[in-house]
């Protein structure tokens, strides 16, 4: 169980790329956070009761192809504690819609054929509506739950910011947003509605944030 933060804790913040060591822990913030969200629980069958063991397999060989793939897995830090992570999706990541070969039989295997199935119909949909042909997606961000209304989203997603903004050949990162009370939060980002999008029962608002010219 995480620890509360203090205020001299909050001035020693830092975002950093995790290792391979810190995955673990990033699977376990990111399941606590993504337990309850609607699009989530559409896919993997909350009614079913497998449903928690499932989602953390997905989870874990999400992360998994993340890392294979050598794509931005931020940690955001208080000391030792691990309080939020954010997994940016880059513009020739070789995932997403066409996923590896290796990751569709990974994930038949451990969160089943109709959950794959709907996870990856969702990408193809969410491409579908990009406003852009290269473009970073950001996949995952998650506060730990008892961390949360603190300002440390807003941390973590500067650090996504920079990721994207130093990169010429994006076009802007983009985020689909399943929760309303979230998209102030990407609104005060520069995040800008682009399409509403519904699977089966969830709807929800795909939200694109353009790449930012850096001074100098």
């Excluded at 940690?75 to 990541?93: K, N, R």
């Excluded at 102030?184 to 999008?197: I, N, T």
Aim: hydrophobic share 45%.
């Amino acid at each position: 169980m995480l620890a509360e933060l203090n205020t001299v804790e909050l001035d020693r913040l830092k975002a950093i790329l995790l290792s391979a060591d810190e995955l673990k822990l990033a699977a376990s913030l990111l399941y606590q956070s993504y337990h309850d969200d609607p699009l989530f629980m559409e896919i993997f069958r909350a009614d079913k009761t497998d449903y928690e063991q499932r989602l953390r397999a997905a989870i874990r060989e999400e992360l998994n192809t993340f890392w294979q793939a050598k794509q931005p897995i931020i940690g955001l830090f208080s000391a030792e504690q691990l309080l939020g992570v954010a997994c940016v999706i880059t513009p020739d990541s070789g995932i997403g819609a066409s996923r590896l070969w290796h990751w569709r039989l990974k994930m038949l295997l451990t969160a089943g054929y109709v959950s794959t199935k709907q996870l990856l119909e969702k990408e193809q949909k969410i491409h579908a509506a990009m406003p852009a042909e290269r473009y970073h997606m950001l996949a995952f961000i998650a506060v730990a739950p008892k961390q949360q209304h603190l300002g440390l989203g807003h941390y973590l997603i500067h650090a996504v910011d920079s990721i994207v903004d130093k990169d010429q050949h994006s076009a802007g990162i983009g985020v689909f947003v399943t929760l309303e009370k979230y998209q102030a939060f990407f609104a005060d980002d520069k995040y800008q509605p682009v399409s509403e999008l519904a699977f089966n029962t969830v709807s929800g608002t795909l939200m694109f944030r353009p790449r930012q010219q850096l001074a100098g």
